[in-house]
């Protein structure tokens, strides 16, 4: 078995020879966040995608992220190191579920979650993130109603926070469902002083009991900013690696352990040195579903 210094030193070597970029989700183990070029949320990684000059990505995270990265970028090689790495909330969609949407609601406009397919992209008028949800539905006139899929938790809160009904789709995230009221309510009890920080994925019930309810990058800025020493983390626990070390006297507690993302977890560094030794798994879009998904990430970007 060789060390994981060794996979190390033969990743960065492939990476000059191939002029390649490690782009890494919050969420990724340990590991990968730390050889990573970039590790970031999803509106972070996309921005990074479009600004990078490399001719490779290495995209450390789910399907549908190496996808935008690819939408963005379609003259790179865009690589997943596990093609099995899938989000099961953007496949909570199909692109005919959406059409049948937009003939029930004529005059709506479609705003998608990144978490979502190119071909569900290709369907909507505008894109967001966890990030920049309540900017960019707050960018759509009052008197347009808006469709907005696949994530219900995040649709809910961001109706909310724009004071607006929106026709909502049932999709949702299992890893952030398994973050329960009981689990806030135990870890409070047991660290009172510690701020709740809960991501918009989880079901609104924890959203309502969250002192910040923020995107993964967010979560970071915020323990880094903030005065308080104790947080509790109400996310994918992957976000506690950078939160750790990035704050080394203050303390994180996660809502609940059982916030582990399968999907996200099938990275690991061998795959990523198999990744850039044989240049896999190669995500690519079709060009005439890449055009039109571009559009509505590109919209989204100049919001943000
Ligand atoms: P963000 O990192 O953009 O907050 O997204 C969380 C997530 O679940 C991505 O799959
Ligand atoms: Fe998908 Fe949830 Fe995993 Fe994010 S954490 S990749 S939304 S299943």
Redesign the pocket.
Known sequence: MISNENIIKRINKLKTERNAVILAHN?QIGEIQDIADYTGDSLGLSIEASKTDADVIVFCG?HFMAETASIICPDKVVLIPDDNAG????NMIKPRQLRELKNQHPGAKVVSYV?TTAAIKAESDICCTSANAVKIVNSIPEDVPVIFVPDKSLGSYVANQCGRDMILWGGY????HRILAKDILQTKEEHPDAVVMVHP?CTTDVVEMADQVLSTAGMRRYARESSNEEFIVGT?IGLLHSLNKENPDKKFYPASVLAD?P??KLNSLEKVLWSLEDMVYQVKVDEDIRVKAFNSIEKMLELS
């Open positions: 969420y789910v989000c099961p909330m953007a978490n995230c299992p890893t952030h994925e994918e993302c999907n996200m």
